[in-house]
Nanobody
């Protein structure tokens, strides 16, 4: 069964760090493009970072060097440092496919003092 399951979200103070994980099942992560998205209520889901072939990385401009995407055989990670209140969102793991994108259930990240 093909599945994406995120974890690692939580409440953190501004300037703090979190590491999100997305465990994939039913396929090998390195064979596909893998993305992290985030969404704030009332706004469109936005792309945060992408990983292709397990090594090629791209980031949204707002990341500004604070986040790092990485992956191993079956887990996608997003290391987030220097978190800001505006990073508060639900973060989703995604793998685009021609037959329909794969999405996880999301994990809430809240940055607040």
């Amino acid at each position: 069964q093909v599945q994406l399951v995120e974890s690692g979200g939580g409440l953190v103070q501004p300037g703090g760090s979190l590491r999100l994980s997305c465990i994939v099942s039913g396929f090998t992560l390195r064979r596909y493009v893998m993305n992290w998205y985030r969404q704030v209520p009332g706004k469109q889901r936005e792309l945060v970072a992408s990983l292709s072939a397990g090594e090629f990385k791209n980031y949204a401009d707002f990341v500004e060097g604070r986040f790092t995407i990485s992956g191993d055989e079956n887990t996608l990670y997003l290391q987030m440092n220097s978190l800001k209140p505006e990073d508060t969102a639900v973060y989703y793991c995604n793998s685009p496919r021609g037959t329909g994108d794969l999405w996880g259930q999301g994990t809430q990240v809240t940055v607040s003092s």
